[in-house]
């Protein structure tokens, strides 16, 4: 007997009774819980979290959401929804000339770690074409005049808009406006060096080897429009020493860049990721 | 208006059903969860493992142990426990001639880092006597002879009975039986080097010089009669180069046994640990 | 036949020859290198650094000094010194009413893990008066007032003045003048949470849950007077999660303090750090 | 004006004056010390470690090593080899069905990462013929049978023998004899699990996962006839928790894999690996 498993994330004004009402829910209708993690922000008049996921079968599924929406989701005031575990994200990737981020995901992908598909790449530059077909990717080349910001913003929201779930910027070092987030209407994660707000600009692990500094790290976070950072989803650092040159420090950035932006995608392909105020919380 | 915080610890056959049943019960008695983590440990047919703390009324708490087995436990075949977070263990720590996790425990315990009461500290020897009664602690010797291990033990069980929750062992050196495991009748953890099984016996870390390790480590973990080593509840590494001599290695050594040690006792006290076979759950 | 072991540390423009001068000025008078370790900041027209740690015979020791300021340090334009490991540093510790940082360089010092001395311990507040004098070491209290802090200063710089070769910062929660640092004229050691640039002013930790970062972290460094930051010793981070409050993160901020400043005054305590520019070198 | 970079590694039994004689040695033949890096085994009766990179004219390097030979190698008892960086090491990549350690060393080779040249890749499985010939790597399949495990050796001799400086088994999952070692005659790199020897044998993640272990790693080492496992080069671990399935486990293990066998890889080709006993020294 064949089962689907089912993600339910939930997040509403805490009150009792809610993981009551939404475990009960989901019992009655013959659905089996495999994990529940939730979070409440205060220990009284907080925000609450929750995400679970379950298997049903196939035939108790059809009125799933309308029936939550009428018995749970109203009265307690929820944003909500359910994401079915074998519909696997469709992921578009945007990078310039760095391959380190590019290549890593698509390895990962190739190898079966990302329950996503990837389903483009494009890029301002066309170095890494050869790279990206060889994995029988599309590659979409879409150059960035700089008196031409606004139509080449527009062509790749075109490229975009409805093939895909979610955007990864995997080192594209171009700026995207809120127009372009609002157009695309998907989740975007970028990846930046943890020097920040220390380094901004350019240069950074340049300046980061003058100031003497001990680790240097990576950032992974959403995008948004209205803040110089989004939601930072993952950090992660290691350890250099002063015999390291500026070359080393790019390249042991490197390291650490791709390792935190293929665990922010994974985890947001697996659902586990639920944006509270500026923050992420981790399920 | 105060409110008590409990746990409520659960383990049982997996079934659909649980979670809803659980958090209605808490629900219907005007309890509010305010943390709830569970863990399946198979697909179908596996073990059922669920931690929460919630908030209640004091004046609704009277009989919920009682309803919570009839109502739940019973009909669902569980093992479980209700522990209130006011009322903290009480800890016997034991020691030998090393300082290092004992100072570490005594000084987070009156950090209030602890939640937990420090009652006594017993050593075979008597040199920590001055450390342990600065800290306002009671120190008892129990001297033990090698040809009357089973008398200290009885001396020491004796002392030990009925005046602790839980029994730290910060490097205590003699081997402690089966018997007095069952006399005490409290958990038990120990830290131990985390080269076992790779260099079991004496000088462990000379040995871990010679053979050249780039890492060493602690593990601190429940001990039990039947097995040579109890169910890990955690362990961490630091890093070592060919530079680092014995020395060097035993004081690195000491400060990942304390550190390691001190999150074990700390989660223990806050009821995150559950075992599961062999193995500990950290909630 | 004993042995004297002594350190040379050294730094000079970079040209051909000086680890062979300085070799052959200790092997011509009878020493023997125990550690050699140089950095060259450029592979040309750079700066060049140099610590050797050697053993030689007490009665080869008279006017080593002078023949290498003669022989050596003036051909190539030295700075240096000689420094006997046997001769150990005296630390004076600053604190306010912060333990963990104070409580755990005293714990090494008394363990034999600091080569070192603490030979005071000073602070605008009498609460850690008896944990300090608990350790047989002695405590003065010169309290800030606001409107009188260059007479608190130069109390503290006249009570420290000549007693120590090192001060550190232990938590203490005054800003030192230029005029302070000159006065004393040893150096300096400070520790911060390594949020900085990021949170700088009050309630660091409160702002950095608010943010959500996944790391916290603490930075050592030497104080200067020119610069918001000194050089940078030491840093290292611990993950945090959503699930952790302020006064987690507060603990857990505590936990990396105390291991950085560690580690940040046992290497200057050995001889290892050599300043370079604003860096700082850990041989 | 162009200048040669040449690393000269030295081993003797410990004696004063060593680098004096090294140095000035240098010197006098106009080279120019970048770094130099040394070990001393014991404080005194000890084994002496030197290495050191250094910069000379193309024309003052004829006769240089049969110089150093007779004016200072032979005096010392030393055993000594001079390297060009400018000649990199030619490897040889042995694999069987697993890729991610494989795909990460070609990746590293083509970003330009490896101070090396990849100048094969042979597998007992055809698996990763594609993968391997995309890099344009040469791939050889040398299937071994059960029955001619000797027959198959000898072929995979034949193939590497003066083909290679190095041998990489990336997840190399035969075992080859002593004779193969000595036939191919240049150093081998293994990676393993860092289990061993608490796993040996088949299915370590899944048994880690039964004993509930908190850390999972990995192992480089050269490998040797002789022991069971060769001298430690680099180790690392990663953290798991109970929720990580065995195929989690198996996926977090090949990142610390390919991490720590990247390390090693580049370590080995810089020349800064110097065997002592069992010890490896990381200079």
């Known amino acids: 007997m064949s089962v689907d498993t089912l993600r ?7 009150q009792p009774g809610i993981i009551a009402a939404v475990a009960r829910f989901l019992h009655l209708r013959g659905a089996s819980i495999v994990e529940l993690d939730q979070y409440t922000s205060e220990p ?10 379950f298997t049903i079968a196939p035939e108790r599924r059809a009125g799933l959401s309308d029936q939550f929406a009428t018995a749970i989701a109203e009265p307690f005031g929820m944003r909500w929804r359910f994401s079915d575990a074998r519909q696997v994200k469709r992921i578009a990737i945007l990078a310039s000339r760095a391959d380190h981020c590019l290549v890593d995901l698509l390895w990962r992908w190739r190898r079966g770690e990302l329950a996503a598909d990837v389903t483009l790449v494009a890029s301002n530059h066309p170095v890494l074409r050869d790279t990206v077909t060889g994995f029988g990717v599309p590659f979409h080349e879409v150059p960035v005049r700089p008196d031409a910001r606004d139509a080449a913003e527009g062509t790749l929201a075109d490229l975009l808009a409805g093939q895909c779930d979610l955007i990864v910027l995997a080192r594209y070092m171009q700026i995207l406006s809120g127009g372009f987030l609002e157009k695309v209407g998907v989740p975007v994660i970028n990846i930046h060096h943890s020097f920040l707000p220390a380094f901004p600009g350019a240069g950074p692990y340049e300046r ?38 500026t070359a080393t420090l790019v390249r042991l950035g490197a390291d650490v860049e791709r390792t935190v932006l293929a665990r922010a995608v994974e985890w947001h392909c697996a659902d586990r990721l639920l944006q509270y105020d500026n923050r992420v919380l981790v399920f």
Chains 1, 2, 3, 4 share one sequence.
């Open 8 to 14: 339910l994330i939930v997040s509403s004004p805490d």
């Open 44 to 53: 009284s008049g907080g925000q609450f979290y929750l995400r679970t996921e």
């Open 208 to 245: 980061a080897r003058q100031r003497g500094v001990k680790l240097i790290g990576a950032t992974a976070h959403y995008v948004t429009a209205a803040l110089d950072e989004g939601p930072i989803i993952e950090q992660d650092v290691i350890r250099t020493s002063h015999r390291d040159t």
